[in-house]
């Protein structure tokens, strides 16, 4: 009877006096002690305000109901689903929402209900990879600035491959340690070719300088990452860079002649299609004639082989510790043996000429050392 009255009243009733009505039904339907009679008829007053024509007893629904976890599902999602400021109290607050509706609302919805969802207390794999796929800068910001989302690897690639280009979404993911080494090295590049792009940059430097700067910072950050990335990543890494043409001779050479084992070896297992066993194996333990095959193999030529055949030797000397042949002496050693009897402008020439550079880098490098820890013993 309490209904039935109820719902003659609503229907003369202002928009206003509904609505602090429907929230009280609704709280009292949530929290009150009721016979199932009375709960039953409760529960189809609240079903007939969802066709309540004023927003503002629709909003008040939704307040009362945005929080509990045993809210009827046949009025969340009609909620969810309405104008929104309605929908939004619901989507962004309500634990009835599955993955599945969340998905399913992230892909219907607009960028709003997607940085909604996004901004959820926790935001589930799922949830989070629907919303990389298809969200805009604003929806990625707010799913990566929230801590409760949890944001998978993959969606962090993902992520990269479709907005790195913007600069705030490339500072939030190169904040995070578990962004794929690939993913990060794209984010690098897209920042140097932003650098270059700059008319003030490439005004203060020249052209044809900041090209070759530009090329030689992004191999030696790509070598850093080789260095850094974990086991897991340094196949993703090296087919990434394949892709892109990066798996140069020079840079090649560079890794190997710099320690870079681990992903030297995966580049010539992509770039060769032999096995990694087999490639180890002839790298650790093949003679000169195995080991300038292997390297041809992988589409260096006749007159660059035997460089990195040299390399692998001092490489395999210096990891056995043999004395006097530290890893810092690979590029000296080349050097000493390669330059004289090249021919000008040919490519060995100028692997060796990249060689130099990095021997010279190296001696900085030391220098550096040397300079703090004398100012360290001076303190």
């Known amino acids: 009877m309490i209904i039935e009255t109820f719902l003659r009243w609503a229907d003369k009733a202002k928009s206003s006096e509904r609505a602090k009505a429907a929230n009280a039904l609704a709280r009292a339907w949530l929290h009150s002690e009721m016979d199932e009679r009375e709960r039953q008829a409760a529960f189809m007053a609240l079903t007939w305000l969802l066709d309540d024509p004023s927003p503002h007893v629709r909003l008040a629904l939704a307040e009362a109901l945005a929080d509990a976890a045993d809210a009827p599902r046949s009025l969340i999602l009609p909620l969810a689903e309405d104008q929104p400021d309605i929908a939004c109290q619901i989507i ?71 907005l790195g280009h913007a600069a705030e979404i490339r500072d939030l993911l190169l904040t995070r340690e578990e962004l794929p080494a690939d993913a990060r090295h794209g984010l690098a590049v897209s920042i140097s070719h932003a650098l270059s792009e700059s008319s003030l940059v490439r005004n203060a430097i020249g052209g044809t300088r900041l090209d070759l700067i530009r090329r030689e910072a ?25 892709r892109d ?50 390297y041809e193999s992988a589409g260096l030529g006749r007159d660059i082989s035997e460089i990195f055949v040299e390399a692998t030797v001092q490489w395999r000397m210096a990891s056995r510790g043999k004395a006097g042949m530290p890893f810092s002496g690979i590029a000296e050693r080349l050097i000493t043996k390669f330059r004289i009897g090249t021919k000008a402008d040919s490519v060995a020439d100028q692997l060796i000429d990249m060689i130099e550079k990095l021997q010279f880098a190296e001696q900085r490098q030391s220098a550096r050392a040397y300079a703090s820890f004398l100012a360290l013993e001076a303190a």
């Not at 207390?121 to 989070?128: E, L, R």
């Not at 560079?254 to 870079?260: E, I, K, N, V």
């Open 92 to 162: 962004a607050r309500s634990p009835v929402l599955t993955e599945v509706d969340l998905v399913e609302l992230a892909a219907r919805g607009d960028a709003i209900t997607r940085a909604l969802i996004a901004s959820r207390f926790i935001v589930s794999p799922p949830v989070c990879a629907a919303i990389a796929e298809i969200g805009g800068a604003a929806e990625i910001e707010a799913l990566l600035t929230n801590p409760g989302a949890i944001v998978t690897r993959q969606s962090l690639r993902r992520i990269s491959e479709r």
């Open 218 to 242: 992004c191999e030696t950050t790509t070598i850093a990452l080789a260095a850094q990335a974990p086991v897991a990543d340094i196949a993703p890494l090296v087919e990434h860079l394949r």
């Open 245 to 294: 043409g990066r798996l140069t001779p020079n840079f090649l050479l560079q890794a190997l002649c710099t320690g870079r084992i681990d992903f030297f070896a995966a580049a010539i297992v992509s770039l060769s299609s032999l096995s990694d066993k087999r490639v180890r194996a002839i790298m650790a333990d093949g003679r000169f004639h195995a080991l300038r095959a292997l």
